[in-house]
């Protein structure tokens, strides 16, 4: 499986077939900026440093200029690894890493909601 290296960072995964580079990002606890996962914004832009990808999904031309493309711009929310890749965030852009917190505190009352949900103070 080809992996997914962000330049700057130590960060590095595998792609599952068919997996945009996106994708395996969030899914090992990765993020950056990011819009709408569906190749219709643009938000998700990066460059690509090394390494090819492919589009199996549509993209628009007007969101990922076949210029911009040929520049080495990658949609990542639609951009699948061919090869093992590099990417290099935009400038103003971070590469965040999600993670399970453990907050202080206790529960004082539950009370339920009919089949709504519970309310929780």
Excluded at 11 to 19: M, R, T, Y
Excluded at 54 to 68: F, H, I, M, Q, R
């Amino acid at each position: 499986m080809p992996t997914v290296a962000v330049e700057g960072y130590d960060a590095e995964v595998e792609a599952l077939p068919g997996e945009a580079i996106l994708g395996a990002l969030c899914r090992r606890g990765y993020s950056f900026k990011f819009g709408c996962r569906r190749g219709g914004c643009g938000v998700c832009k990066v460059h690509l440093v090394s390494g090819q990808v492919t589009y199996p999904k549509t993209v628009a031309e007007s969101v990922l200029p076949e210029g911009d493309r040929a520049g080495g711009v990658c949609l990542t929310c639609r951009a699948v690894p061919v090869t093992d890749v590099v990417i290099r965030l935009g400038d103003d852009d971070q590469l965040r890493r999600a993670g399970i917190f453990r907050l202080a505190g206790g529960i004082r009352s539950a009370a339920g909601l009919q089949s709504k949900g519970t309310t929780v103070e």
